[in-house]
């Protein structure tokens, strides 16, 4: 059973910006979604975990994305946000919304796809 969904998805150019969302059913816990975080991955390419967050707000991002991209949160609303911006091609990926106690994630969306052309 899906218990996260994304929304946001789609083409952009290179050096633009886009903002994913990610909003959590209302049988999934808060107790269950200390962190919430986002995982990508590339065809032909191991999954990656791009972004983290705590329901207290500390953030870990991969290198390849820090600077760039900004990981978000609302507690009461039960979402979590990815602002993306100087995107590559290489950030070309299917981009999953996870939540959990832990940064491994219980929960997951079903991924919303983001093209970045050259």
């Known amino acids: 059973q899906v218990q996260l969904v994304e929304f946001g998805g789609g083409l952009v150019q290179a050096g633009g910006s886009l903002r994913l969302s990610c909003a959590a059913s209302?049988?999934?816990?808060?107790?269950?979604?200390?962190?919430m975080g986002w995982y990508r991955q590339a065809p032909g390419k191991q999954r990656e975990l791009v972004a983290t967050?705590?329901?207290?707000?500390?953030?870990d991002y991969a290198d390849s994305v820090k600077d760039r991209f900004t990981i978000s949160r609302d507690n009461a609303k039960k979402m979590a946000y990815l602002q993306m911006n100087s995107l590559k091609p290489e950030d070309t990926a299917v981009y999953y919304c996870?939540?959990?106690?832990?940064?491994?994630?219980?929960?997951w969306g079903r991924g919303t796809q983001v093209t970045v052309s050259s």
């Open positions: 967050i705590t329901s207290g707000g500390s953030t």
């Open positions: 209302v049988y999934v816990s808060s107790s269950s979604m200390r962190y």
């Open positions: 996870t939540a959990g106690a832990s940064s491994a994630g219980n929960y």
